[in-house]
Nanobody
Framework: QVQLVESGGGLVQAGGSLRLSCAAS????????MGWFRQAPGKEREFVSA????????DYADSVKGRFTISRDNAKNTVYLHMNSLKPENTAVYYC?????????????????WGQGTQVTVSS
């Protein structure tokens, strides 16, 4: 089992920045690729970003490329999502997820472990 706890969400004005954190416990963190997903009201959960076990490979949704950065610190069992130039359409609950195996994944079904989510609200 892997337990994931997100933090860092909140209310921010458009153009602002937030850093989300996801602390993992349980099994060896470095054995898992990690991902960030988000879900807005009335919409399906969508991929935001992912990072391989080593941090050497990352992937981003087209809508966040150049504005969001994913990183991880395996010594701290934590993955981060730095979000810059936030827009109102980025408002959603952001979820951290862990995926067995070394490669990044973009589909929610590839991830076996999920956090409870953290709310990000961007005001215009």
């Amino acid at each position: 089992q892997v337990q994931l706890v997100e933090s860092g969400g909140g209310l921010v004005q458009a153009g602002g920045s937030l850093r989300l954190s996801c602390a993992a416990s349980g099994r060896t963190f470095s054995n898992y690729a990690m991902g960030w997903f988000r879900q807005a009201p009335g919409k399906e959960r969508e991929f935001v970003s992912a990072i391989s076990w080593s941090g050497g490979s990352t992937d981003y949704a087209d809508s966040v490329k150049g504005r969001f950065t994913i990183s991880r610190d395996n010594a701290k069992n934590t993955v981060y999502l730095h979000m810059n130039s936030l827009k109102p359409e980025n408002t959603a609950v952001y979820y951290c997820a862990a995926k067995g195996g070394l490669r990044v994944g973009v589909r929610p079904g590839e991830y076996g472990y999920w956090g409870q989510g953290t709310q990000v609200t961007v005001s215009s």
